[in-house]
């Protein structure tokens, strides 16, 4: 949100979004992403709610886990990128011309189609509004 060329979003500055917010807004997005790394309001608070959850963390065989977020992001060479936490670190997809997007929805329908992933699954995209 903080990275957006158009953020148009209401924060409010009580919340611990919007305390990170006003402590960040002078900073480059790598010195803030080193912030929210080492942020404890928003550590503590993840703590909070994930132990609220319907289901215990998993803190040694990441295999176990059925749902978490995955993210497809494009490298400087136009190649797909998968961001999966349960892999131990980036993973180089395929070269998709650019376009994250299509790329993506390439890759998702194979693994569908492999038996790979689950269809129960829910898909997001963030860009950012060209004029």
Known sequence: IFNSPATSVEIKPDTVLGKF?????SVTPS???????????FQRMHKNYASKGQ???????QS?????????VLNSEGQ?????????????LCD???DVLRGSIK????????????DSLSMMTLNYAQD
């Open 21 to 25: 917010r006003e402590r960040t807004q």
């Open 55 to 61: 289901s215990q963390e998993i803190t040694s065989d």
């Open 31 to 41: 010195e803030r992403c080193s912030a929210l790394e080492n942020d404890t309001d």
């Open 96 to 98: 998709c011309g650019g």
């Open 64 to 72: 176990a886990v059925k749902h978490h977020f995955v993210a497809y």
């Open 80 to 92: 797909l990128v998968e961001l999966d936490g349960t892999k131990a670190g980036p993973v180089i």
């Open 107 to 118: 890759e998702i329908k194979g693994r569908l189609e492999r038996g790979e992933i689950s």
